[in-house]
């Protein structure tokens, strides 16, 4: 064997590997860029889901705060609405004080003064409706500011019952409310 041929063959080997290394090279980098490809696609459909989770849940919550905020103005709406009709309610209150009808009321509120604390009733009231309870035969004490109605007390002073408009509106509240909630 001659130098040449040696040479030729070292040369040959030479190739031969330098194609190899560049095919290995090759297979390597295809390899690492379909890695570098998948891992980017899993990060990017992570970040992505969870984009989305975090703006379903501000969507959520943006939603719910929408919600109460309606709640609340229809809450404070439906008191405003309630104050007034209350208000109203004390001014037909007053005027039915200035009717007939009123007298009749009185002497309902007496009699069943009478018939829960005993005949012997003392009757307080409004200044003006000393006269008509006067005329009823009740005996009358001091005077209070109300809308109208009576506070009777037995006559040792150890029972009372408040028959005012008031009185009467704060223990029926919760239905006169119920009752005009539905007319509103």
């Known amino acids: 064997m001659s130098i040449e041929t040696f040479i030729q063959e070292i040369e040959t080997r030479k190739r031969k590997e330098i194609e190899d290394l560049e095919k290995d090279l090759q297979e390597s980098k295809s390899r690492l860029q379909a ?29 719910e705060a929408s919600k109460l ?28 004080t200035n009717s007939p009808q009123y007298k009749k009321s009185l002497e309902t509120m007496v009699s069943n003064s009478k ?15 000393k006269s008509i309870l006067k005329e009823l035969g009740v005996t009358t004490s001091k005077s209070i500011k109300t809308l109208g109605g009576i506070i009777a007390e ?21 239905q006169v409310k119920s009752f005009l909630s539905e007319k509103m």
């Open 35 to 63: 890695e570098m490809n998948n891992t980017l696609k899993e990060i990017q459909e992570r970040f992505s889901t969870e984009a989305k989770v975090k703006s379903e849940r501000e969507q959520a919550r943006i939603i």
């Open 154 to 174: 037995n006559k040792e002073g150890t029972r009372e019952l408040d028959l005012t408009f008031e009185e009467l509106l704060r223990t029926n509240e919760d």
């Open 115 to 129: 018939k829960k604390l005993g005949q012997n009733i003392i009757v307080h009231c409004r200044e003006e409706d």
């Open 69 to 96: 905020q309606a709640k609340k103005i229809m809450f404070d709406a439906i008191n405003a609405n309630m104050q007034s009709a209350f208000t109203m309610i004390q001014k037909e209150i007053k005027n039915y």
